[in-house]
């Protein structure tokens, strides 16, 4: 593996019984679907983005907003998608600038429409280039979050 290179890790958050999404996840996926979450592992450390905003850890370790689940046990794939030009201390610098950026503040957040996902596929572009892209899993995840969520709107608007 080199010193650059920039992997995803992909996790099931089904697991973790106090997951804060896994209520209004489940109203819009089935009990059997996965609940994923994806973070950007790049120099050594673990970027996310979730109600918190930008976080930044050691990989593999909880992030604030997940309660009971072993993250070493959860991250359930690992892949590589590409390697980075970027220091340790560019990259340091660009994520301070996005924890500060309109975009990807806290309140931006929601767990359908502005999520990890889409904070990782960003940050993979801006690291290895345009070209760069995320496992098709997670783009399905979010296609099939996004198709159930209009389905479940339409339902409840013609129940009323």
Known sequence: MCANSVEIYI??????????????????????DDILHSSVVVH????????????????????????????????????????????KMEVELLVKKMKNDANWLACKFNPVEHNCHHFADFFVKLLCGKGTALPAEIYNFNRKLLECREWWICEFYQND
């Open 11 to 32: 996790y099931d958050l089904h697991q973790d019984s106090n997951c804060w999404c896994k209520d209004e996840f489940l109203q819009i996926l089935t009990p059997d």
């Open 44 to 87: 050594g450390s673990e970027y996310s983005y979730g109600e918190g905003g930008v976080e930044q850890h050691k990989p593999k370790l909880r992030p604030q907003y997940v309660t009971d689940l072993d993250f070493e046990e959860a991250v359930s794939r690992i892949k590589l998608v590409g390697e980075t030009p970027l220091t």
